[in-house]
């Protein structure tokens, strides 16, 4: 459970107690990975996905969300443990659902079935968020007649409304893969998609406007499913598809998964082309799967003067060094039909919106596919790709990687006759050193479909990783001119020599022939590297019964695992600083012989010989004060700074650390600000006077990880934290947790004890060095988080008392001091995220909704709207006056208390420099009125209620002078104002029993204004 970037609860599932865990994070994502599947993982019959807490989150794949975790197998099919819930035969696989209550058995059959060849999470994959087909040529083909008549394109992407004027009759076909009802485009996003292909509106014209649409929804506003997408690409091909629009996309490796191999395999098999955008994360090294595919036509983005794109994601392939993208086309700011439930874009008029992204781009290489197929109906996807790719516009100032063969150029695309095969040229990666590197020749085969012989010249101009040109006779071509005959071919051989030049790194380039085609080419000097070789002994000495090591670039995004079937591993590493995660188990596993041996500071300069021996580690004990105090978990924790990066490992025990466990430090020592080693463990006590007890112990170590540790804390050296928590329906769980943070921001785990509705806990803590950081949490069923709560950092001394509150009324908004913005702009993207249901302490945090909605206004015009409580939204540049709304109805049967939350905030705001993250003004009221435990106060009495304002810490903030507040006692249909003195307001309850609502209302003094409203703030009792 994550509750923030430090604060994280861990939890065995049933029978798993005794299982040892490694934790690994970095760039804010976290895996963690039980002992018994790190091999499967590393020889790659699990997919690390299924591990990656941060992203199973992220893809709604907690235990908050669902109790099954989707899976594609690939293999023969599986017999027990999962659901088949569609066959995948594309790729000889199944898509299935394994209950995670019987995760453990089912991954254990899996693993241990000959006949899987792996399992794969089935991940979701994201959509890749007027003057653009005259940018590309458009007009130019439909003048010869070209208009995509009878050529069918299929959208899998988020449904199409096909009822848009824009789309009239264009659908001719749907399918729903996902778990929606229907078909139904929701934010928008395959709508415009659809339009920017086939749109034959009288001012936003599609590039295809007589093309047919095949509508496969393949995405919910989640994302895509894989197994969705995979279903759609069969259905597409099989409705007899010419071309495949995929505006959609996610991280790619260097394994072939199964949407890239039925890529590959569909297009083979059917000779329909796939289109597929490159995706948008705008770094080198970052194409999305599946557009990585071999077969597919990746498209990435350029601005209107063909300048790409900032967010484009650039090449090389993942593993390879292959050039991807392949093309490019327009892709920012690209106007298209708006479906009539779509909630994104920056609209232009009642019925279009403004969008950006790769996923803009794809389309209108789609509709140009279409276009080249009516011309040429007898050619495959394949001389479709061939034809787009060759006649497309190069830009000089642009790196192969950055745009492949170029942008989209339909008026050469429909006159051109020579093709190329292969469509580009990947010379491999060469292994440093250079001095010794054979050269590397292919063929490229010109085809001539005209009548006439066609002579050019034909040269290479490539660019290093630099930009700079590269060292010449690098790249080479013979012979250097070339007659292609009509209707037939002829060849050119194409070198790569690496041993050129002193630069390491991807170069690339195009074979130019003549003055119109051009043929990506690309080579990758491999960067300077070096042998590791780690042997692993026991404690006595030999070959370990079991070892593991992980390996986590610090300098680079290395990530590997040290594994094989003896006690010598040699893997391969790129020059730089390391960070080696190694554990030994000496003896029967099950005996607890157990050696943590981290090597947080490997330093690859030369070939390197490293030795992890678990006869240098010591034991590692720890003694609670209270001799019958429950260990319920042992965490060790190694974090490591590298400049602004911070990376980390572990190996988390439940049921505390085993008897024989022992910890040594491999390598030379840190210094201190550059390896913090954090040791924690807690301890369920016998509760007191009815509250509930702990024992939360946190050491911080720098430098270098400890031979050895031993540690008993008396009371008198721990502070002593008392809590409170509110009411509650008395049929749900409670669960309150602590974890504490190192000086790096490095944090251990907590665990969550179960505590009662208006109950109390008692924790005792460790103080040095230590930040703690306190959760609560309401869960209804067996996993289902309805009501999640974190106090704001907290630091003590030894013998301090400090107390918490939490789950008190009233809940609303507020703005504790965070280290998240609540309202903010980033260049032309405005974030709102304002916490509506803080409780009475003012912990930040919230409850499963109902409903909810967030707008956002410029100028008086929506800009966008979302049916989540906060949202980020696309503006126009420049500044205006904004309106931002909330409302938000909490789900029923979690509290009787603020039902219902709207608010309403203006502020002016501006376009802000690239990459700064501005804070925007925002001010709240905070209701504090004393109330009984359940929330109540008597009917028919005057009730006084102190006020809070808080703002926005880092924001531009104006002085808030007055606030207006007001009553209702009817659920907001009536209000009456009530009179504010001294800081609070003074109410009058009404004579009946029910429910009071509170709403407050200002400004400050540069003209920011907010009001919002707490439906059922309080009870009135009789």
Known sequence: MLNGPTSRSLRPGPGREDVVFHTFHRDGRLHVVPADALAAVAKGKLDLRLFDVTGLVESGYDDAKRDTLPLIITGDQPRAGVQVTRALPTVGAVAANTAKSDATTTFQALVNDPGVKKVWLDGLRQPNLDRSTAQIGAPTAWQAGHTGKGVKVAVLDGGVDGAHPDLAGKEVAERNFTEDPDATDVDGHGTHVAATIASNGPKYKGVAPDAEILDGKVCVLQGCAESWILGGMQWAVDQGADVVNLSLGGGDSPTLDPLEEAVNTLSAQSGTLFVIAAGNSG???????????????????????????????????????????????????????????????????????????????????????????????????????????????????????????????????????????????????????HTDDTPVTKDLTYRNSGTEPVTFPVSVDAKGP????????????????????????????????????????AFSGTVVAGDVLRTPVAVEREVESYGVDATFLDADGAAPTQYSGVVMGLDNDTFTFLEDTDNTVTTRLPKGEYLVSAMVTTGDPADGRLAVLPHPSLTVTRDVSLTFDARTAKPLKVTPPEPDAVAVIGDIGVTRTLGNR???????????????????????????????????????????????????????????????????????????????????????EFIHGGNAVGPSGSGGWSTHFRVKPGGAAVDYVTTADLTWIWQFNQIQGVSDFVSNYTAPDRTYRPGQRGEERFNFPVYGPGLPVSRFEYLARVGDHLLVDVPLLNDGANNLGGSRHQTARTALYRDGTKIGEVPEPGGQFTVPGGAADYRAEVDYVRAPGISELSTRVTGAWTFRSDTTPTGEIRKLPISVVRFAPKLDADGGTPAGRLLRIPLTVEQQQGADNGRVRKVEVDVSFDDGKTWSKVPVVGGAALVRNADQAGFASLRAKGSDSKGNTFEHSVIRAYRLTK
């Open 283 to 433: 770094r080198p090294g970052t194409v999305g799967s599946p557009g990585s595919a071999d077969a597919a036509l990746t498209v990435g983005a350029v601005e209107r003067d063909d300048s790409i794109a900032y967010f484009s994601s650039r090449g090389p392939r993942v593993g390879d060094g292959a050039v991807k993208p392949d093309i490019t086309a327009p892709g920012v700011d690209i106007v298209a039909a708006k479906a009539a439930t779509g909630s994104i874009g920056t609209p232009v008029d009642e019925n279009h919106v403004a969008l950006s992204g790769t996923s803009m781009a794809t389309p209108h290489v789609a509709g140009a596919a279409a276009l080249i197929a009516q011309q040429h109906p007898d050619w495959t996807g394949a001389q479709i790709k061939a034809a787009l790719m060759a006649s497309a516009k190069n830009n000089p100032a642009l790196t192969a990687f950055d745009q492949g063969a170029g942008r989209v150029d339909l008026a050469k695309a429909i006159t051109t006759t020579v093709t190329t095969d292969p469509v580009s040229l990947s010379m491999g990666v060469q292994q440093w050193p």
């Open 466 to 505: 630099d930009g700079k040109p590269a060292p010449a006779g690098m790249f080479t071509v013979s012979p250097a001119t070339v007659t292609v005959p009509a209707g037939g071919e002829a060849k050119v051989t194409v070198t790569a020599d690496t041993r050129v030049g002193t630069a390491d790194g």
């Open 646 to 732: 911070r990376s980390g490992s572990g190996v988390a025990f439940f049921e505390g650390f085993p008897e024989h466990l022992t910890i040594g430090h491999s390598g030379p020592a840190l210094p201190a600000d550059q390896l913090e080693v954090m040791i924690s463990a807690q301890y369920e006590g016998k509760p007191v006077d009815g509250a509930h007890v702990a024992y939360r112990f946190a050491w911080i170590e720098h430098g270098r990880a400890p031979t050895g540790f031993d540690r008993a804390p008396a009371k008198g050296e721990l502070a002593e934290v008392r809590t409170k928590f509110g009411p509650g329906p008395a049929a749900d």
